[in-house]
Structures are given as C-alpha cells and as structure tokens.
C-alpha cells in the first residue's frame, strides 16, 4: 500500500508542475541552450497596404511575402505614436513617450533619448549579444545618446530623418543649416550627404547587415535595420530605378523587399535561420501629404495622427522554429510589448524601473484570441494625449481632440496642404468598424465609460 501511495504521489507531483493550465506559459530561452538571434527591420513611413500579404500591390514583393509564408502576418499591430522619434524611443525601451519624454521627431544636434532609459540593444548586449545597428537612428544626435554608445557594438547610417537637410522640399534655408552626416562606428565618414549618397543607403544598410550576420552567426546576436525610406525624399538605386514601371515609391518597395531577402538568404547560408526572430514592421503609417511618393493604408488618415491610418503599422515575424508558418493573428499588441518579450525569450534582463510593455508572447504564437495581459494601450500625438484602446484591441476610444487631414496631396515629392479638423469624445468598435467612421458612444456607454475611466486616469499620471 505504501508503494501504490507513493507512485499517486509521484503522478500527481509530475501533473500538477507540469500540467497545469494555470501556470505561466514558458518562452523558448527557458528550454533551450541556445539563445534565439533578432532581426528587428524598421521601416520609415511605410504603409500598411504597402506589402503582398496585407493588399495586392502594383509591383511585386516577393521576399516581404516569403516571409510572411515562413511566419506569422499581424493584422493588429500598433505604435503609440505616428512620429518618427516618439515611436522609435518606445520601440527601443519599451515605454511610452509620455513616460520617456521623447515627444515628435527630433531635430539635428538635439539630446533625444534620455541615457537613463535602457535601450534593447543595452538589454541584448549586456546578456552577451553581439548588437550591430545600421539606418536611421533619430534617437539622439549628440554624443552620448548616438548608437554606438546607446547599446550597439556595430553601427552605420544617419543621426535624423532624411529630410532634414539642405533638400528640405519646404524650408531648405533653415535644414540646410545641417549637413546630413554619414556616421560609422562612432565617427562622421561622410560629412555631407548628398542625392547620389541617399541612392545608395539601402543597399548600403543592406551590406552592412549581411557582413554582420555573416561575421557573427556563431554567437547571439542583434540586427537592427531601421530603413530611412520610403520617407521622403524618396531614393532609390540604379539597380532599382523604373523596375516596378509604377514609379518612383515602386521602385523603392521593391528595392527594400530585396533588402529582406538579401538578409533571409544570409541567414539561410550561416545555418541560423531556424534559431533567428526576424521581425518585419513601420515605425508608422504612410505621409499622405505627398500622395504619389507616399504609402498606402486602408484605414482613417495617416502619419502624423492617432487614427488607425497612422498607428496601425504591418508587423511580420518569422521564427521558425517556434512561430507556425503561413499563419495570420488578429491579435492587438503594441510596439512597447516587444522589449518585454524579447527579454522572456532571450533570458535578458529589463530595467528595473517600470516599463509601460508586457510579455506578450503567448500573442505571438498562441491561438488566435489569446488573452493580452495588457489591460489597454494609450496613445498621443506630439505631446498631446488622444485616446485609448482596450487590450484586446476591440474597442478605442478618441478623447476631443485636433488633427490634420489631407484630402488633396501633393506630387512628386513635393507636400499637399493639410486642412485642419476636430473630433470630439469617440467610441469605435473596431471589429466591425476598423475604419473608426461610426461613433458608438450612445449604443456602448458602459464600454465608454470604463475607457473615459482609464483615459482620466492615464492622463492624470503623465499629463498632469
């Protein structure tokens, strides 16, 4: 009897440490000994439709699509602001602007990024990661807040947007004050960019990763490929120029989808592509501005707003051999999860003041409808706050606020006029309304109400 005791004891030991449903689910770096590599590749404006797996496009991205084929399509991914800088620094540390303090794009010799809050290539190389950035940083442009001392061991690419410098399409006077600089490991090698340097960035950018890959894939390591295009001004290489036969944003598309595969295929050949977390996304929505040389989004408004045009961005990830392959989520996560859950599955370790993401892994590979642990996710516009979205992504809320709209573009680089309009206190369902054109308000007030809840309650913590 005492042995048929403890065989029941050992059984039930073994079902409830390891059948359990209630237990937190494991992340891949806890079983295995081999940390997974990043590959983080950021896009600058570019659209939500501006891809095969998300719209049929005029030209071809075949690469974008065999990625998606390897991996999972996110049709609800989101950034909490559609700016330049705001939305990379919450990228980078997991916070939300309101929190960092990094409102807007950043201007040229500007601090950006305060040095107190953990980049994720500080997280990755601190757990040993080897961490190479090469693009468009704009999250510092003064010594102690540029790349290579914000993280990165490897670095190429320029400081601030493309834009800003003496080809500025509506104040060149003052952007030309200036010069756009080429940095490379912490030294300017070019100290005034010019057009013909700009034709050459992706294919630049696009060398520089692969050397990487190929110097380090027998340790983990960290690839940040953070795009200057398709931001205006739009630039495009020789081997590229007139390949799509739909224009000058064509050409560009389909010169960073061969960015993508030129990275997929180095990892293919150094053996590590199972092991690598490649990650496909916009910093926000297209600028609609600028018509035919911006993207394209099914979705209200665009860059430079908290409409669903301007935050909602394309996200894929590929991760072989934990992400099931030719896959599609609706699951609603933001930017601010991806430090969190990059640290779950690398085994780092994330600052030990209070960051605004989650681990939200379990949305990444689990079944469709799995729970967030977000209870919601803020959203602002410069520095000021506009609304909230429920975790799960089913409900946002507008509170009264004033945006720009562009219903007549410009062309050819050069920007339309913005007219300016109001939305006053909003509810949109965005199951059935992900165009945010019908104000349920009325029909849902509980709903409303426990969102104005949260909104009072977030703005009093940041905005007052």
């Not at 809840?453 to 940041?462: K, L, N, P, S, W």
């Amino acid at each position: 009897m005492r042995t048929l005791c403890t065989i029941l004891l050992v059984i039930l030991t073994i079902f409830f440490t390891t059948g359990c449903s209630g237990l937190p689910e494991q992340t891949p770096a806890a079983s295995t000994e081999t940390p997974p590599n990043i590959v983080l590749i950021f896009l600058d404006d570019a659209g939500y439709a501006d891809f095969k797996p998300y719209a049929e496009t005029r030209y071809p991205t075949p690469n974008v699509q065999t990625l998606a084929e390897e991996g999972r399509t996110f049709m609800n991914f989101y950034v909490p602001q559609a700016i330049c800088s705001a939305s990379r620094a919450a990228l980078m540390t997991g916070t939300y602007p309101e929190r960092n303090g990094l409102f807007n794009a950043h201007p040229p010799k500007d601090r950006g990024l305060n040095p107190d809050f953990m980049t994720m290539g500080e997280m990755l190389k601190a757990n040993g990661y080897t961490t190479g950035f090469f693009g468009k940083w704009h999250l510092g442009d003064q010594e102690e807040t540029r790349p290579h001392n914000r993280g990165f061991d490897e670095t190429a690419g320029i400081m601030y947007s493309n834009d800003m410098w003496a080809g500025h399409p509506e104040n060149p006077e003052y952007w030309g004050q200036f010069p756009l600089h080429y940095w490379k490991n912490g030294e300017i090698e070019i100290d005034s960019v010019t057009a013909e340097h700009q034709t050459e960035f992706t294919t630049w950018f696009t060398e520089e990763s692969v050397d990487f890959i190929n110097r380090n894939s027998d340790g983990p390591f960290f690839l940040y490929v953070p795009h200057p295009q398709p931001h205006v001004p739009l630039f495009v290489s020789e081997k590229f120029d007139g390949k799509s036969g739909t224009g000058l944003y064509g050409d560009v598309m389909m010169e960073i989808d061969w960015s993508v595969g030129e990275i997929m295929n180095t990892l293919e050949e150094n053996g590590v592509r199972d092991n690598t977390m490649i990650l496909f996304s916009s910093d926000n929505g297209p600028w609609l501005s600028y018509a035919n040389h911006s993207g394209q989004t099914p979705f209200r408004e665009g860059k430079g707003t908290s409409f669903d045009g301007g935050i909602r961005s394309p996200m894929i990830i590929s991760f072989p051999s934990e992400i099931e392959a030719s896959t599609v989520s609706h699951n609603t996560f933001f930017s601010i999860d991806l430090m969190p859950t990059i640290a779950a599955l690398t085994g780092s370790e994330l600052p030990d003041y209070e960051i605004d993401g989650k681990n939200v892994w379990k949305l990444l590979h689990g079944p469709e409808g799995s729970e967030s642990p977000q209870e919601y996710y803020a959203f602002t516009n410069g520095t000021e706050f506009q609304g909230v979205m429920s975790g799960d992504g089913k409900w946002k809320l507008h509170v009264p606020h004033g945006y720009r709209t562009s219903p007549v573009g410009g062309r050819d680089g050069l920007p339309g006029l913005y007219q300016q309009a109001r939305i006053d206190t909003a509810l949109f369902d965005m199951v059935r309304d992900p165009y945010e054109k019908v104000n349920v308000i009325d029909e849902y007030p509980g709903i409303a109400n426990e969102l104005i809840r949260i909104a009072e309650e977030h703005r009093a913590t940041f905005f007052e």
